[in-house]
Each structure stands twice: as structure tokens, then as C-alpha cells.
């Protein structure tokens, strides 16, 4: 046992930093006010050098590294909509919260994984509980910077009501932007752009009218571009063909209205030419996505990716200097 603690760690950690006491104590002693060189790298070299190993990360943990870009991720959170984004030069955002409020729902669990605390930017597409309900979390839980909303009141609903509430009790701003605007969310290289909002007052409880009214917005970085669509219909979809024509491309498109029949029109497709396709959706009664909109998709040359086949999926665009690279997992 003597044996055993004579050549184990402690003892000879203890053992240099006395001699380095009495060293220090002679130095000061002879020398008081100046520690000149040469005592310097006596002191340096005293004890013998050892390293402290880290410890292992608990069996089964979920590990995220920021990493330099856009990374945007859709998050399967059943029959609704939730997509987080990593935005270039660190700053963060949210399009939509899902069906579920829990803190131990799929949008609360993927934020906890992330050690998210704080989102810079969220947006509200339009007040369908399937979008709304999880930004109660996390208007509940964290520190928000903007508000992007509607000016679209669903009459037929009272959850919306709550969280506008909760929005205004926190102090977070709001900003209820309107079709062209340019959006200033603080990255470096990002730009953001609004193709469809209602940023006039307007109440309604008609299903389409609501879903008409979603905030449609284009992110483009470094050659690479994504257009989120909320739940907006083939109308809208017709109008903004018409009005933006090819600036509405895009690489990737967030299907609109989880793959209903009432989105995705085949002249909407022509004008975005998607190379990939995420649908957010769930287990429903709606028989979302529809055979015709899938078929549209692949017809129109785009990859297909569902949440509820394929659980959260992540895209993103580097941060390098090389040429702009794309990923999906």
C-alpha cells in the first residue's frame, strides 16, 4: 500500500508544489520585489508535468457541434411545422413550434439536446395550433429577440391570442412584416427575404384564408438558397409565380401545407425548381402528403424528404471559403 501511494499521482503533485513553496519563499526572500529568469525556469521545471484526463461523455448522449454556416433543421414534431437554424456569425432562429407545448415534447427535447437558451429570431408563419402551440414552450422557458407575426387573428381559435399575449408580457419586439421586405437577422453573408405575409389587420376562421396569410420567406447564402412556405395555397403560390417569377428558385423547398392537395402547384414547382424537398408532417387524417404532390416533386427533378419516415432532418451550407458546399442527413 506505502508502495502504492509513494509512485500514485497525488503524493508527487503534493511533493512539487511544496518544493515549489520553498523555492518561491528562498526567491522572495533573497531577492524581494523581482523574480529574475533563471529562477523563473527553476520554478517552471520543479514539478513534473501530468495531465488531467476529461471525462467521457454519459453512454447514449446526443452531441451537436456549431458549425460554421447555415444549418437548418427539420425537426419532426408530428403533424406540424418546426424548423431551427444556425445562422452564420452565430446568431440563431426558429420558423414554427409544432402541435405540442410539453416540455417534454419534441421541439422542448430537441432544443434541450441543442443547450438552447436563447433564439434570436422567431418566427409565427401563420396561427394554425400545429405551428403555434410549441412557441408557447418557448416564450415560457426562454429569452427571445424578434417576433415575426401575422396580422391575421384566427376567430376561431383563443391559443393564438395566448401567445401574442405572452410575446407582449415578455417585451419581446415584434415586427409583422410585409411581402419584399428585407429581413436583418445579423449574419454575415444571409440574406432574408418575404415573398407572402399579412401585415395588415385581418381576422378570420376559414382554414385557407389563415393558411394564406403564412410569412414565405427565401434565405439565400453563398450562392445557396432555401424558400419555407408555411401553409400557404396554390392561389398564393399562383400570385407570387406572377409577381417574383424566378427569383422565386430555390435549392430547397420546404413543402407547404405538409404535402395537402391545395400546395405545391405544378406552376409553383416550375418557377422554384427544387433540388430538395422536406415535408413536415405526422401521422393525420388528412391524407397529407398526397400522392399528386409527391409525384409533382419528383416529376420536377427534387430529392423528397418526410419527417415521419425520416425523422429530423439537417441541411446545410459551409462557412468556408471554398466554393459553396450542400448537405443533407
Given at each position: 500500500?506505502?508502495?502504492?501511494?509513494k509512485n500514485?499521482?497525488?503524493?508527487m503533485i503534493?511533493r512539487?508544489v511544496f518544493?515549489?513553496?520553498?523555492?518561491?519563499s528562498?526567491?522572495?526572500?533573497?531577492?524581494?520585489?523581482?523574480?529574475n529568469?533563471?529562477?523563473?525556469y527553476?520554478?517552471k521545471t520543479?514539478?513534473?508535468a501530468?495531465?488531467?484526463?476529461l471525462a467521457p461523455?454519459?453512454?447514449?448522449a446526443?452531441l451537436y457541434?456549431l458549425?460554421?454556416?447555415?444549418n437548418?433543421?427539420f425537426?419532426?414534431v408530428?403533424?406540424?411545422?418546426s424548423i431551427?437554424?444556425e445562422?452564420?456569425?452565430?446568431k440563431?432562429a426558429?420558423?414554427d413550434?409544432?402541435?405540442?407545448?410539453?416540455?417534454t415534447?419534441p421541439?422542448?427535447?430537441f432544443?434541450s439536446?441543442?443547450?438552447?437558451?436563447?433564439?434570436d429570431?422567431?418566427?409565427?408563419?401563420?396561427?394554425h395550433s400545429?405551428?403555434y402551440?410549441?412557441?408557447q414552450?418557448?416564450?415560457?422557458t426562454?429569452?427571445?429577440?424578434?417576433?415575426?407575426?401575422?396580422?391575421?387573428?384566427n376567430?376561431?381559435?383563443?391559443g393564438?391570442?395566448?401567445?401574442r399575449?405572452?410575446?407582449?408580457?415578455?417585451?419581446?419586439?415584434?415586427i409583422?412584416p410585409a411581402?419584399?421586405?428585407?429581413?436583418?437577422w445579423?449574419a454575415?453573408g444571409?440574406?432574408?427575404?418575404?415573398?407572402?405575409?399579412?401585415?395588415?389587420?385581418?381576422?378570420s376562421?376559414?382554414?385557407?384564408?389563415?393558411?394564406?396569410c403564412?410569412?414565405?420567406l427565401k434565405?439565400t447564402?453563398?450562392?445557396?438558397s432555401l424558400?419555407?412556405t408555411?401553409?400557404m395555397?396554390?392561389?398564393v403560390?399562383?400570385?407570387?409565380?406572377q409577381r417574383?417569377g424566378?427569383e422565386l428558385?430555390?435549392d430547397?423547398?420546404?413543402?407547404?401545407?405538409?404535402?395537402?392537395?391545395?400546395?405545391t402547384?405544378q406552376i409553383?414547382?416550375?418557377?422554384?425548381?427544387?433540388?430538395r424537398?422536406?415535408i413536415e408532417?405526422?401521422?393525420?387524417?388528412?391524407?397529407h402528403?398526397t400522392?399528386?404532390t409527391l409525384?409533382r416533386?419528383?416529376a420536377?427533378?427534387?430529392q423528397?424528404f418526410?419527417?415521419?419516415?425520416?425523422d429530423t432532418q439537417?441541411f446545410?451550407?459551409t462557412?468556408s471559403?471554398?466554393p459553396?458546399?450542400?448537405?443533407?442527413?
Open positions: 500500500m506505502r508502495n502504492m501511494l500514485s499521482p497525488a503524493p503534493l512539487a518544493s515549489a513553496a520553498i523555492f518561491l528562498a526567491v522572495f526572500h533573497f531577492a524581494p520585489g523581482r523574480l529568469a533563471q529562477a523563473l527553476q520554478l520543479a514539478a513534473p501530468f495531465e488531467v484526463p461523455p454519459p453512454q447514449n446526443t457541434t458549425a460554421p454556416g447555415l437548418v433543421y425537426i419532426n408530428g403533424q406540424g411545422d431551427y437554424l445562422l452564420p456569425g452565430g440563431n426558429l420558423i413550434g409544432g402541435p405540442s407545448k410539453s416540455a415534447g421541439l422542448a427535447k432544443l439536446d441543442k443547450k438552447v437558451t436563447k433564439i429570431n422567431v418566427v409565427l408563419t401563420h396561427p400545429d405551428h402551440n410549441g412557441l414552450y418557448v416564450f415560457s426562454m429569452t427571445v429577440g424578434n417576433f415575426y407575426d401575422t396580422r391575421m387573428d376567430t376561431g381559435a383563443t393564438d391570442d395566448t401567445l399575449a405572452q410575446v407582449a408580457n415578455q417585451g419581446t419586439t415584434t409583422y411581402a419584399g421586405d428585407q429581413l436583418d445579423s454575415p444571409l440574406s432574408v427575404k418575404v415573398f407572402n405575409a399579412c401585415s395588415e389587420p385581418v381576422a376562421s376559414v382554414g385557407g384564408l389563415i393558411n394564406d403564412s410569412i414565405t434565405l447564402y453563398r450562392g445557396s424558400l419555407f408555411g401553409d395555397q396554390e392561389d403560390e399562383a400570385s407570387l409565380v417574383y424566378p428558385k430555390a430547397v423547398l420546404k413543402v407547404g401545407h405538409h404535402g395537402s392537395k391545395y400546395s402547384s409553383f414547382l416550375d418557377a422554384v425548381k427544387p433540388a424537398a422536406y408532417v405526422g401521422k393525420n387524417n388528412y391524407g402528403p400522392q399528386g409525384d416533386l419528383i420536377a427533378g427534387a423528397v418526410r419527417t415521419d419516415l425520416d439537417e446545410s451550407v462557412g471559403s471554398e459553396a458546399e450542400l448537405s443533407a442527413e
